[in-house]
């Protein structure tokens, strides 16, 4: 057994890119209101903060945050600690490869020998000591000049997941979990999932990313050179940044790199025994909430005290200052907003997006 290391680690970043709407939460996450900034655990922070306090045992004040220009002022104002240079702003949304790539292209111009973690502003992680752990085993595997990816555990065969299949361990000391990765595999259908979840090799991609910005900048370069290329001439002159934003690939890190270099034998992995949540619908926020005292089977985003169940069991989030009334109904999800009410079952969660295209559709981007 290694003894628990303790403080930062020397030379590691805190990448966090902190973008995309989350539609399935409609109408508490909207496109000017994204999810990672709402506290969507009753813990009194929000996704984002959730976030930095977890990465800064790991980095201390070695954090970037990456977001989008119409989001730059709330992150500001949820993370007044921000130095100047913490946080790079996206002129429009191009995905996760240009967003980490362009962190890494300046890390890797300040630090050759930075390593930077990458983590998403929008999950729910518990088990604080595992994730720690889990991270170091990483970062001295990042030092291989591998791309590591942290794997979660399956709980149950999920199609909304990507998946990774470990292969033969590396032997890495410092690092005993480390394995190399044989692929990544696109969501699969319920009979696949339920095949991965079987074998037991398989585990769902989390989208955690730890690697040398060097390592992640000569990635690039052989997969994708035309983006390096720009990420290069703007980490040298930021003043070209919004010019040159507009012409890099819009496209995902697994798909840009991951992929591709996981095929070529320099994609490793670290299995993370931590609990995790992507927070994707209102049926996994109803998991990690926490059940009322006064009513079995009701748990409540908000103020309790606005909330009436008689013979119903459910989610229930009063956003309006409205008092929310529910009778007779099994498994409901109310979110009651100052322009907005939804209401539906747990079971059709993942439905809500489609109400936000439609929405789209009928000229209300308004409530978008």
């Known amino acids: 057994m290694h003894e628990a290391q303790h403080g930062p680690i020397p030379g590691f970043w805190g990448v ?9 939460l409609w109408p508490l996450s909207r496109a000017n209101s994204p999810k990672f900034l709402h ?34 002022e709330a992150v500001r104002e949820q993370l007044s600690e921000l130095g100047d240079d913490d946080l790079l702003v ?31 502003a929008d999950q729910v992680v518990g088990g604080t000591d595992i994730f720690e752990a889990t991270v170091r085993q990483a970062v001295e595997v990042a030092r291989h000049d591998y791309l590591v990816t942290v794997a979660i555990k399956p709980t149950y065969p999920s199609t909304g997941f990507g998946y990774i299949r470990a292969g033969a361990n590396l032997r890495i000391e410092g690092a005993p979990d ?30 955690m990313f730890v690697v040398k910005a060097a390592t992640l900048m000569q990635m690039i370069e052989d997969y994708q ?20 934003w507009p012409r890099l690939t819009k496209i995902a890190i697994d798909n840009a790199i991951a992929e591709p270099a996981a095929v070529d ?19 996994s926020l109803a998991s990690l909430l926490v059940e009322s005292a006064e009513a079995p089977g009701v748990k409540v985003l908000g103020e309790s005290e606005l ?3 008689q013979d119903a069991t459910g989610v229930v989030a009063p956003r309006s200052g409205r008092t929310v009334v529910a009778v007779g ?5 109310v979110v009651d907003t100052v322009d907005a009410v939804l209401v539906t079952t747990r079971e059709r969660a993942q439905d809500v997006k489609q109400v936000v295209e439609q929405l789209k559709l009928t000229g209300r981007e308004d409530l978008t």
């Open 178 to 207: 480390a394995t190399i990765v044989k692929a990544f595999v696109e969501k699969p259908d319920g009979p696949t999932a339920q095949a991965y979840v079987a074998v037991g090799e398989y585990s769902w991609n989390a989208g």
């Open 265 to 283: 034998g320099r994609v490793a992995t670290v299995p993370g025994d931590f609990s995790w949540d992507d927070v994707g619908d209102f049926a």
């Open 16 to 24: 966090i890119p902190a973008g995309g709407s989350g539609t399935r």
């Open 225 to 244: 050179p035309r983006l390096a290329e720009y990420l290069r001439i703007i980490a040298a002159n930021p003043f070209r940044l919004a010019e040159l």
């Open 90 to 120: 996206e002129p429009s949304p191009r995905e996760s490869m240009p967003a980490i790539g362009l962190a890494a292209a300046i890390l890797a111009q300040r630090d050759p020998d930075a390593v930077l973690g990458s983590f998403a």
């Open 329 to 333: 109904l099994e498994d409901v999800v």
């Open 39 to 72: 506290d969507l655990t009753g813990s009194g922070r929000s996704l984002l903060q959730g976030t930095v306090d977890r990465l800064k045992p790991l980095c201390g004040n070695n954090l970037l945050i990456v977001t989008g220009a119409a989001h730059a």
């Open 307 to 309: 909330v009436v169940m």
